[in-house]
């Protein structure tokens, strides 16, 4: 599997002015993200204090993650990149250098 590190931002253009509104759909959104946390969709996730952006790590192939992100559009925007682990770049950086050597 391969591991995401997903950056992603609020649209302010979806979030309601109403402040009762707003609320729930915060509380409705943290709840999905419970839920992917305990499913393990999700093995982390944090936000911002300023509560406009954060990040999640998902540990999943790309047609799984797309599934688990599309309940969140339009409200978030996401910059999702795969990563690789410590070992998984020493292995590369080995086999560069024996690459050069040949």
């Known amino acids: ?19 009762e509104e707003r609320g729930k759909l915060w509380i409705s959104m943290l709840e999905m993200v419970r839920e992917e946390l305990n499913s393990g969709g999700f093995t982390d996730w944090g936000i911002c204090s300023d509560l406009s952006a954060g990040y999640a790590f998902a540990e999943t192939d790309e047609k799984s993650l797309h599934a688990s992100i599309l309940k969140w559009i339009p409200y978030i925007v996401f910059d999702i990149k795969p990563v690789l682990t410590v070992d998984q770049s020493i292995e590369n950086v080995k086999k560069a250098e024996e690459a050069v050597k040949k």
């Open 1 to 19: 599997m391969t591991k995401f590190y997903m950056r992603w931002h609020m649209n302010p253009m979806t979030i309601p002015t109403n402040p």
